[in-house]
C-alpha cells in the first residue's frame, strides 16, 4: 500500500496540515479543488476520525472513483472514521467493479471489530459479491468465538467465489476449531476449493497438526504438489516424520511429491536425509528428479547425497542428468566428491550443462585442481564458452596460464571477448551490434570475424565498416586489435517471426569466442 505521508511530501513540498479547515471546507475541497487539495482533504479528514462523518457521502463518492491512489487514502480515512463508515461500504460491495469492492473491503476491515455485527447481517445477501465481501472481512474483523460459527455456515455457500472466500477467511484466523470442516473440504471435487483449503489449512500453521495426513495424497497431484509442500512446511517440523514415511509410498507420484516437500525445510529436514538419499536410486525418473530437488533446496549439510548425485549425471534419462547437476551446483564445495563426473560435462552439447559445470568448478576453486587439464582441452574443442572457462581457470589456479603454455597455445594470450546485442529497429528488422574486446595486453592480429543469420525468410540487408556479405553470412577482416581494445561492428537482418544471429571471432594466436542474440528458445543444439 502506498505511503500517502511520503506521497504528499513529495508533490507539495508542504506540511500535512490545515487545522483552520473545518469538515465542511474539507468535503468541499474533496469535490471541488485539485488534487493535491484532495489529498490534504483526505489525509485531515483521517486526523479528526469518528468527528468526520459527515464527510462520508463524499469519500464513499472517492472511492468509486478513478483515482487509485486518492482510493486508497479513502479507504483508510473511511477506517478511521470507524462504525458510521460500514453500511456505506457495505453498499459497495455489490458493485460490479472488482478494485471498488476491494477497497471497499479494507476499508470495513480497517474499521475493527466493531465493523462485524453489521458486516455479518449480509452474510445471505442476494449478491454474491456482497457475501464474497463479507466473508473477506470476517478474516479480519471480530473474535474468533463469534466469527468462526458464522464462517462455518457461510461454508454452505453453493456458489465456488463464496466458498473460496470462506475457506480462505478460515485460514487466515488461524483457529484449529475449524480443522475437522476444513479437512472435509478437501474431499470437494473443485480443484480450486481443495488448493484453498490445503493454503489456509497452511495458514493455521502449528495447530493444523491433525491435517498432515490428510495433506499427503495431494503431493501426488501435479496441481497440488506446490501448494501442498508450502502447507506442510507452515505446519512445521512435525510433518517431516510424515513425509520420511511417504517416501516409501507405493505411489511414484506422492514418493516423488514427498521428497519435493521435504527440501522445503531446508536444514531441518537433515533427519530425513538418509531416507531422501536412498530415493534418487528409484526406479521412476520422475522420483529421481524430484528427489534432486529435495537435496537442491536443502543446499547444505548434504555431503551425503553427492556420490548418488554424480552417479545420476550418467542417468539415461536427461531431466534426470539435469536435475542432479543443478542439485551440485547448489551444493557447493561439498560437491568435492562428485568432481570426475562433473568434469564429464565440459563435453555436452547443451549450453547450460557446461555452464552448470563450470559453475560448480568456479565454487570449487582450488578444490578443483584435477579438472584443469579437462578445462584447458576444452578451450580448443567446441562447443565451449573460452572466457567462462577461462574465468573458472583463473579461480582454481591463477598460474594455469605458466604451467600450461607448452599444451595448449591459446593460452599465450589472455583471450578476446564477443558479445552481440539485437533490437528492433523497425517492424522485420534488427538491428544488430557486435563488440569485440581484446582481453589481453598484447596486440591480435589477422582477426576473422564472421556473422551468420538462421531461420527461414531471415536475411542480411546491410553491414557496415568493410563488411564482405555472402548469403547470409557477414564477414569482416581486421588487420589488428591492440590490447585492451574495444571495436564495434553494425548489420541490419530482416526476419519473418523467428531470428537467430551467431557470430565467431578467431585470430592468428588462436584466441577465439562465440556470441548469438535469438528470439527462439534455448533448446539442444
Known amino acids: 500500500m502506498f505511503n500517502k505521508h511520503f506521497i504528499i511530501f513529495l508533490i507539495l513540498g508542504v506540511s500535512l496540515c490545515a487545522q483552520d479547515n473545518t469538515v465542511d471546507q474539507l468535503i468541499e475541497k474533496l469535490s471541488q479543488g485539485s488534487k493535491q487539495q484532495k489529498y490534504l482533504a483526505i489525509n485531515e479528514l483521517g486526523n479528526m476520525g469518528a468527528d468526520a462523518a459527515k464527510a462520508i457521502p463524499q469519500l464513499i463518492e472517492t472511492l468509486r472513483g478513478s483515482d487509485y491512489l486518492l482510493k486508497v487514502m479513502a479507504a483508510e480515512t473511511l477506517g478511521k472514521i470507524g462504525e458510521k463508515a460500514v453500511e456505506p461500504l457495505v453498499a459497495l460491495f455489490r458493485l460490479q467493479d472488482q478494485e471498488t469492492r476491494e477497497h471497499a473491503v479494507d476499508a470495513t476491515q480497517r474499521v475493527g471489530d466493531a465493523a462485524f455485527a453489521i458486516v455479518v447481517k449480509h452474510k445471505a445477501d442476494d ?16 473474535k474468533n468465538a463469534a466469527v468462526l460459527p458464522e464462517l462455518l455456515s457461510m461454508l454452505k455457500d453453493e456458489h465456488l467465489e463464496v466458498k473460496k472466500a470462506v475457506i480462505k477467511a478460515m485460514g487466515k484466523r488461524k483457529s484449529s476449531v475449524v480443522l475437522p470442516q476444513l479437512i472435509a473440504q478437501l474431499s470437494d471435487e473443485n480443484k480450486q476449493v481443495q488448493l484453498c483449503t490445503i493454503q489456509s489449512i497452511g ?17 501426488g497431484e501435479v496441481e497440488t504438489l506446490d501448494t501442498t509442500g508450502i502447507s506442510l512446511m507452515q505446519i512445521g517440523d512435525a510433518a517431516v516424520t510424515h513425509l520420511q514415511k511417504a517416501l516409501r509410498h507405493e505411489k ?25 538419499v536412498a530415493v534418487l536410486h528409484d526406479e521412476k525418473p520422475f522420483v529421481r528428479i524430484s528427489a ?3 537435496i537442491k533446496r536443502i543446499k547444505t549439510g548434504v555431503k551425503e547425497a553427492v556420490p548418488a548425485l554424480a552417479k545420476n549425471l550418467a542417468d539415461e534419462e536427461r531431466t534426470v542428468r539435469q536435475s542432479s547437476m543443478e542439485a551440485l551446483a547448489a551444493i557447493g564445495k561439498e560437491a568435492k566428491g562428485a568432481l570426475p563426473a562433473v568434469t564429464q560435462n565440459l563435453g555436452k552439447r547443451r549450453i547450460d550443462f557446461r555452464m552448470q559445470t563450470l559453475q560448480i568448478l568456479k565454487t ?15 578451450l580448443n574443442s567446441a562447443p565451449t564458452y573460452d572466457r567462462e572457462i577461462v574465468d573458472v581457470l583463473d579461480a582454481i589456479d591463477p598460474q594455469w596460464r605458466e604451467k600450461y603454455k607448452n599444451q595448449v597455445p591459446i593460452v599465450f594470450t589472455e583471450g578476446i571477448s564477443l558479445e552481440i546485442s539485437c533490437s528492433q529497429s523497425s517492424p522485420n528488422r534488427i538491428a544488430v551490434t557486435i563488440t569485440v574486446t581484446n582481453l589481453g595486453s598484447s596486440d591480435l592480429t589477422n582477426i576473422l570475424l564472421n556473422a551468420q543469420v538462421t531461420e527461414k525468410d531471415t536475411a542480411i540487408i546491410s553491414a557496415q565498416d568493410n563488411t564482405e556479405i555472402s548469403g547470409n553470412v557477414a564477414i569482416w577482416k581486421l588487420d589488428s586489435l591492440a590490447g585492451e581494445q574495444t571495436k564495434k561492428y553494425h548489420m541490419t537482418i530482416s526476419y519473418k517471426g523467428k531470428y537467430n544471429c551467431a557470430a565467431n571471432v578467431s585470430t592468428k594466436q588462436g584466441v577465439k569466442d562465440t556470441a548469438e542474440c535469438r528470439n527462439l528458445p534455448f533448446d539442444d543444439f
Open 203 to 219: 495458514e493455521i500453521g502449528e495447530n493444523a497438526k491433525e491435517a498432515i495426513a490428510h495433506l499427503i495424497p495431494f503431493l
Open 127 to 142: 449478491s454474491f459479491h456482497v457475501r464474497v465481501c463479507v466473508a473477506t472481512t470476517l478474516a479480519v474483523v471480530g
Open 252 to 276: 511414484p507420484q506422492i514418493r516423488g511429491g514427498a521428497a519435493q516437500a521435504i527440501g522445503r525445510f531446508g536444514t531441518k529436514a537433515h533427519v530425513a536425509l538418509s531416507d531422501l
Open 364 to 378: 570449487l576453486g582450488k578444490d578443483a585442481i584435477d579438472s584443469i587439464p579437462a578445462l584447458v582441452e576444452s
Open 292 to 294: 534432486a530437488i529435495g
